[in-house]
C-alpha cells in the first residue's frame, strides 16, 4: 500500500483534467521546460534554466539538452549535477520530473540528480520521476538519489510509472533516509528504484538499486 501510495504522489493531478494530457518536464526547478517542436532541441543549466529553444542542433557543452523526435522525447544528461528540485504537489521534490510523455534519458559522462531533503510529514522526495515509460541509455553514468524525509513519508531514486527499460550505461539509485520526528513514528518507505510496470535490463546495463535507512 506504502509504495502504490508513493508511486501515486508522484503524479501531479492537474494535467489529468485536460483532454488532451500535455507533455511535461521539469529539470531541477519550478520553472516547466520549453519543449522543442518536432526535429529541434531545447537545452539549459543545472537548475533548470532553458539557454535555447527549438534549436536546430544541440549544444553539446550544455549539460542537459532535449530532442523532440515526433513526440519521442530525448534528454542527454551531459556531466550534469542537477541538486536543486521543482517541488509539486503536496510539497513533493523532484530532481527531474517527466508527465504525459515517454522519456529516454542519453547518459553523457557522469551525471548526479538528487531529490530536496524535506523536513514535513506530508511530502516525498524524488530523484527522477517519469509518468510514463523510461528508457535510459548511452556511455556515461548517472547516480540519482532521493532526498532524506522525516515523520511518515518516503522517497525513491529513480522512479516511473509504466516500463522502466535500461539499455546501456551505469545507473546508481538510491533512496534516502527515512528519520522519525517527535511524536511521528518512522512509518515512510524508501527505495532505490520503482517501476509500475517492471524493470528491463538489457545489452550492456549496469544498475545497483539501494533503499535508505529508516530510523525511530
Known amino acids: 500500500v506504502l ?9 501531479l493531478p492537474t494535467a ?6 500535455v507533455p511535461v518536464l521539469y529539470i531541477g526547478s519550478n520553472t516547466m521546460v520549453d519543449l522543442p517542436v518536432n526535429g529541434k532541441y531545447t537545452w539549459g543549466t543545472n537548475d ?5 529553444q527549438n534549436a536546430d542542433n544541440p549544444d553539446v557543452s550544455a549539460t542537459w539538452y532535449v ?7 530525448t ?3 551531459n556531466g550534469a549535477n542537477i541538486t536543486t528540485a521543482f517541488v509539486g504537489v503536496n510539497g513533493n521534490t523532484y530532481g527531474i520530473y517527466a508527465e504525459n510523455l515517454d522519456l ?4 553523457v559522462g557522469s551525471s548526479t540528480v538528487g531529490g530536496a531533503a524535506l523536513n514535513t510529514a506530508s511530502s ?13 541509455n548511452g556511455a556515461g553514468s548517472l547516480t540519482v538519489t532521493g532526498g532524506d524525509v522525516t515523520a511518515a513519508r518516503g522517497n525513491c531514486g529513480l522512479l516511473c510509472t509504466k516500463t522502466m527499460t535500461i539499455v546501456s550505461g551505469r545507473v546508481t539509485a538510491t533512496g534516502g533516509s527515512v528519520t522519525a520526528t517527535s511524536g511521528a513514528a518512522a512509518s515512510g518507505g524508501s527505495w532505490g528504484i520503482l517501476a509500475g510496470n517492471g524493470l528491463i535490463v538489457t545489452g550492456t546495463g549496469d544498475v545497483t538499486g539501494t533503499g535508505g535507512s529508516a530510523a525511530n
Not at 533548470?48 to 535555447?52: D, F, I, K
Not at 529516454?104 to 547518459?107: D, F, M, Q, S
Request: aromatic share 4%; charged share 5%.
Open 3 to 11: 509504495m502504490a501510495a508513493v508511486m501515486a504522489v508522484c503524479l
Open 16 to 21: 489529468a483534467l485536460a483532454a488532451d494530457p
Open 48 to 52: 533548470g534554466g532553458a539557454g535555447t
Open 67 to 73: 530532442h523532440n523526435d515526433n513526440s519521442a522525447y
Open 75 to 77: 534528454l542527454t544528461l
Open 104 to 107: 529516454t534519458i542519453a547518459l
Open 124 to 136: 516525498n522526495s524524488y530523484g527522477i520521476c517519469v509518468g510514463g515509460d523510461l528508457t535510459i
